[in-house]
């Protein structure tokens, strides 16, 4: 799921999850008729209201819900196509400040109203638990508004100067001629919507707020790319071009209308989209100059306070940065002690760190950096996910609709993406899940991890947590297109691990990749920490990765540089893991042999995301209930 620019949390609330979910790049992040047809029907049945609830409080609340998320989504255009809606089809969102006070505002007072309008008490458990999550967000969009202008509007791993061409390319469909009308005025409205973001950016970085100086580089490369080829050049086309005749060429019109719409496309890019790119870079170069050398957040103004709440925010919990250090160190340490027995299991002699040289350079690791190498790992991605999709109704009752597909990472994008991601279905249908992996550089993908890869980015992971609770009935759209980093993440690492119990892992190498990718998220603990609270450079970062993981170096140059712009990010997903793996094992040891995975996966699942502590009491209040009945 990409990682959510912090500006976002400046939109009303129904809108900001609307993003977040639609978006759907869940990064480190179909199903067949076999298992369709084994699937139940994904609904909140196990929560529903019991016989003294109040139906009528519940169906005012939820009609109330869904009237406030529609209300933001009416301000975004862009939430309206990765719902797969066509309204507003040639427009961007208002990314002015004067834009987002009026959604902080009115989603403030959405919260007011709330609170003024509905009684709890009276409502049933899956609606008082909506009303919990509705204020848990806007109590935290409050909380930040004072870092309204920290968060990194432009990193050289997202931002809009990336989003501009992957929105068009991946969510804009263009099933007709007005589609594609609608294509080409995005193409023309991008340069405000560039320039509105680029103010953003300028009013931060007077502010005090850079990101390191090393970053400027790689976001210049990135925006010279989307407008490098034709129609700027003599090269081949452009990405944005190149897709946009593959959509039109498809379309069942005559040749002279194609013509005429590709020819208005390429005016666009170059009067209009063009221009925009040059005064980014432009912006990118001046700031260059200045920016700062250090790479903490912790060396901008307040940012040792705004790391804090970061933190908060995407562990769902009050553990302080020291705490989170220390538990990763921990957590290292076992992950070493269980690797060396793998160590042992294969024959190899020597350190553990020798053998991490060893994964790191020997040949059977990796696939060539060709066309054939990259073919094969997304075939052997995608087979991987159909031999787990077989033995699913074992570990679970509840199946998703959406289909899920394997895709490369766009050459356009690659260079600054992370190694692998997961963007959501359009809950409509009209667009599948899909787990890209990133195939620029075949030595920072070896094989030994792509089971657990695949696990995590496709099903069991991402793709089974996230469109079950699209698709989930009975509860408001805010939820069921919202998120936490801590649980969404933490499922997806979660979804590495459970597997084993079940026989996957045969492979001793392939179980190593399972416990090399905890352990690059027990380590992600530590550096994170090490750079925002520590004042770690980036090197010190570097050199930990390297020397406590098999990784290959460019895989943990490439993350290290992830983690300095983003924030807290990393630390969510093991804490949401460990959370989740514990909160399992209270439940066998409780309910002894009556313990079913399926059901506890229901549990977990079956109610969408949620914070850690809402998580802990809805599975100690299910395990009640379990004792109860058996009672």
């Given amino acids: 799921m990409s990682i959510k620019r912090f500006r976002l949390a400046l939109m009303s609330a129904a809108t900001t999850i609307a993003l977040a979910a639609c978006s759907g790049e869940t990064e480190d992040g179909a199903v067949d008729t076999a298992a369709n047809n084994n699937a139940a029907a994904v609904s909140s049945e196990a929560d529903a209201p019991a016989a003294n609830d109040n139906p009528d409080a519940a169906q005012q609340i939820n009609a109330w819900f869904e009237d406030t998320f529609e209300a933001g989504v009416a301000r975004s255009p862009m939430t309206q196509t990765f719902l797969g809606r066509k309204t507003n089809y040639g427009a961007w969102n208002d990314a002015s400040p004067e834009f987002a006070e009026e959604s902080y505002r009115l989603s403030q ?165 063009a221009p925009a790119y040059e005064r980014l870079i432009a912006m990118f170069g001046e700031q260059e100059t200045a920016a700062r050398e250090t790479d903490g957040v912790w060396d901008v103004p307040g940012g040792s306070e705004y790391y804090a709440y970061m933190l908060r925010g995407y562990t769902t919990t009050d553990m302080t940065a020291e705490e989170i250090h220390d538990l990763g160190l921990a957590e290292v340490e076992r992950i070493h002690g269980e690797m060396e027995a793998i160590m042992a299991e294969v024959g190899f002699e020597g350190t553990l760190q020798d053998f991490f040289e060893f994964m790191r350079t020997d040949s059977q690791f990796y696939y060539g950096n060709t066309d054939e190498g990259r073919e094969r790992y997304l075939s052997e991605a995608t087979a991987l996910i159909d031999t787990m999709r077989d033995a699913l109704p074992q570990m679970f009752n509840t199946f998703p609709e959406a289909e899920l597909v394997v895709r490369r990472v766009e050459e356009f994008r690659e260079a600054s993406a992370g190694k692998a991601f997961y963007q959501r279905p359009a809950p409509n249908g009209s667009r599948p899940g899909v787990y890209y992996a990133n195939l620029r550089d075949m030595a920072d993908m070896p094989t030994y991890q792509m089971e657990a890869l695949a696990y995590h980015e496709g099903i069991p992971g991402h793709h089974m947590q996230l469109a079950i609770m699209q698709e989930l009935e009975g509860v408001p759209s805010f939820r069921r297109f919202g998120g936490y980093t801590a649980y969404t993440e933490g499922w997806g690492l979660y979804s590495e691990y459970f597997p084993v119990e079940f026989g996957f892992y045969d492979d001793p190498y392939s179980d190593f990749g399972r416990l090399a990718m905890e352990l690059w998220r027990a380590c992600r603990l530590v550096v994170d920490t090490g750079l925002h609270h520590h004042r770690w450079s980036r090197q010190e970062a570097v050199d930990y990765l390297a020397e406590n993981t098999p990784n290959p170096q460019g895989d943990i140059v490439n993350a290290i540089d992830r983690y300095i712009v983003y924030p807290g990010q990393a630390t969510a997903y093991m804490i949401g893991r460990n959370e989740i793996v514990r909160l399992r094992e209270v439940a066998r040891e409780e309910l002894g042999e009556d313990f079913d995975i399926r059901e506890y996966h229901d549990v977990v699942l079956r109610q969408g995301a949620l914070p850690l502590s809402v998580l802990e009491r809805r599975v100690e209040n299910w395990i009640e209930a379990e004792q109860a009945g058996a009672e």
């Avoid at 899956?126 to 967000?137: K, M, R, T």
């Avoid at 909380?143 to 990194?152: S, V």
């Avoid at 294509?183 to 970085?205: F, P, T, W």
Wanted: aromatic letters at 10%; zero cysteines.
């Fill in 109 to 273: 007072a959405d919260l007011a109203y709330m609170r003024a309008t509905f009684d709890p008490a009276s409502l049933p458990e899956s609606e008082q638990l909506s009303y919990e999550l509705f204020a848990y967000d806007g109590e935290r969009e409050a909380e930040g508004w004072q870092w309204r202008d920290h968060g990194y509007t432009f990193t050289p791993r997202s931002g809009p100067h990336m989003g501009v061409p992957s929105f068009l390319i991946n969510n804009h469909r263009v099933d007709t001629v007005e589609d594609a009308e609608a294509y080409i005025s995005r193409i023309r409205n991008a340069g405000a919507y560039l320039d509105q973001n680029a103010a953003n950016a300028q009013r931060s970085y007077e502010m005090g707020v850079t990101t390191p100086r090393w970053t400027y580089q790689p976001m210049i490369e990135t925006s010279r790319n989307v407008i490098s080829g034709a129609p700027f050049d003599d090269g081949e086309d452009s990405p944005i071009l190149a897709d946009f005749r593959s959509k039109v060429d498809a379309l069942d019109i005559p040749q002279a209308e194609k013509d005429r719409l590709v020819s208005e496309a390429e005016t666009a890019l170059t009067e209009s989209l």
